[in-house]
């Protein structure tokens, strides 16, 4: 799977996983949460603990096949227009109206944005039918250490 820092590289991945199941799975394994993961993206130590605890609860196990993996990035095929918003934390926890931290990404993501690497660019996955304005969402994607990663709705895990 081919990897690069650029968010059109997310579009192209999330694309060819709409379509196929097994590189939906792929896709699912390659950015699902983990230590290493979330210790690229988070600067808190306690919320790190707390996430890296919750996502290892939520993983489907290793020898699990690509059916359950593909569930973890659940898209019906016909949601084959993909965009991806890009937003900096300290733009994510105080967002001005109008842009893109307001209009893209959760509310809720305000919860987690302090603790979040200040200098990470974080984006919001859309698929949708072609003209359609809403659909699937996925949720705090990031390139680090050489690969896209996915934190995933944070706010519920800590909560």
């Known amino acids: 799977m081919e990897h690069a820092p650029q968010p059109e590289n997310l579009v192209a991945l999330f694309t060819a996983a709409v379509s196929d199941p097994a590189a939906r799975a792929a896709l699912a394994r390659a950015v699902f949460p983990d230590e290493h993961t979330i210790s ?3 600067t808190d130590a306690d919320a790190r603990a707390r996430l890296t605890e919750g996502y290892a609860k ?22 084959t227009e ?9 733009d994510l926890a105080d967002p001005e109206p109008g842009t893109t ?5 959760p509310g ?14 974080f984006y919001e ?7 359609a304005a809403a659909g699937s969402r996925f949720h705090l994607f ?3 250490d050489g690969s896209w990663h996915m934190l995933g709705p944070v706010w519920r895990v800590l909560r």
């Open 142 to 144: 990031f390139f680090g």
């Open 58 to 79: 939520m993983r489907p196990p290793e020898d699990a096949g690509d059916r359950a993996w593909a569930k973890v990035l659940d898209v019906p095929s016909d949601r």
């Open 108 to 121: 809720a993501v305000r919860e987690v944005a302090p603790f979040l690497d200040p200098e990470t660019v």
């Open 40 to 42: 690229l993206a988070v």
């Open 82 to 90: 993909v965009k991806v918003f890009g937003a900096v934390p300290s």
């Open 125 to 131: 996955v859309t698929a949708t039918r072609p003209g």
């Open 101 to 105: 931290a307001a209009d893209q990404f």
